[in-house]
């Protein structure tokens, strides 16, 4: 039987390959790219990194499309 976590992981990544959503957040972007969130808040942060958020009011939004990209997979 599979965890709620398990679940859920399906279905975020469900939604990556097929487009579905525009932007995810820090703790969901670290998952997919299999890094600590402190690493992509560093990015933010200074700059630097192969990819940038935007920034929602005090939250970051990393874009889906920079996220497939640094992936390597095909654009939805």
């Known amino acids: ?35 600590r969130e402190d690493t992509l808040r560093a990015w933010a942060c200074f700059g630097k990194g192969p990819i940038k958020p935007r920034k929602i009011g005090n939250r970051l939004a990393w874009m889906a499309c920079d996220i497939r990209q640094l992936m390597g997979m095909e654009a939805a």
């Not at 599979?2 to 859920?8: A, C, H, R, V, Y």
């Not at 487009?19 to 820090?26: D, E, P």
Request: proline letters at 0%; hydrophobic letters at 30%; zero cysteines.
């Open 1 to 35: 039987m599979k965890s709620k976590n398990q679940i859920d992981e399906t279905q975020l990544i469900k939604s990556l390959k097929e487009g579905s959503r525009l932007q995810y957040s820090t703790s969901e972007t670290a998952f997919f790219l299999q890094l």
